[in-house]
T-cell receptor, first 114, second 112 residues
């Protein structure tokens, strides 16, 4: 069974530039999460999708961050414009459905903003 | 809001030594508890989990954890570590079905 796929694995951009991250969850997993992990800290939830619906985006900085999961499968997280403080690892995770509490994580995208 | 506290930021020990990592959470209701591990250059992997039943749970690679409800703790243990256990370890708590709250992580360095 393929795991959660994320791309790119690494991204270096200059501040004020846009950037996008892509995630393909495990096949059949209805719930998709985007997490932010700063250096030396644990992951923090940005947004959760149940199928194509964003059911919790309370932690997503909506002035510059956006996300979509149009067909309820893969998802894109975008930052526009990027700031120096956005340098971090962006993790995607998925789970089967509500009630199944184990989440499976992708390798993450390490973003460096110069 | 729920929070998770991991007691040690960095632990250094020799091979064959015993390991115990502390984890405390602040939530009074029913919780699901997890330990995740992140080996250098790899993604987060589930080490073990507790949902209900026997409070002593066994995970992969010889790890175990004990849930002590009265102490709001879920400490991770391994009796004899190996060099390959060098990694970052995260405790996580799920208190409302979907949201995982993570601790800050503990970096474990095992010296050969």
């Amino acid at each position: 069974e393929a795991g959660v796929v994320q791309s790119p694995r690494y991204k270096i951009i200059e501040k004020k530039q846009p950037v996008a991250f892509w995630c393909n969850p495990i096949s059949g997993h209805n719930t998709l999460y985007w997490y932010l992990q700063n250096l030396g800290q644990g992951p923090e939830l940005l947004i959760r999708y149940e199928n194509e619906e964003a059911v919790d985006d309370s932690q997503l900085p909506k002035d510059r961050f956006s996300a979509e999961r149009l067909k309820g499968v893969d998802s894109t997280l975008k930052i526009q414009p990027a700031e120096l403080g956005d340098s971090a690892v962006y993790l995607c995770a998925s789970r089967v459905a509500p009630g199944y509490n184990e989440q499976f994580f992708g390798p993450g995208t390490r973003l460096t903003v110069l | 809001a729920q929070s998770v506290s991991q007691h040690n930021h960095h632990v250094i020990l020799s091979e064959a030594a015993s390991l115990e990592l502390g984890c405390n959470y602040s939530y009074g209701g029913t919780v699901n508890l997890f330990w995740y591990v992140q080996y250098p250059g790899q993604h987060l992997q589930l080490l073990l989990k507790y949902f209900s039943g026997d409070p002593l749970v066994k995970g992969i690679k010889g790890f175990e954890a004990e849930f002590i409800k009265s102490k709001f703790s879920f400490n991770l243990r391994k009796p004899s570590v190996q060099w390959s256990d060098t990694a970052e370890y995260f405790c996580a708590v799920n208190a409302n079905d979907y949201k995982l709250s993570f601790g800050a992580g503990t970096t474990v360095t095992v010296r050969a």
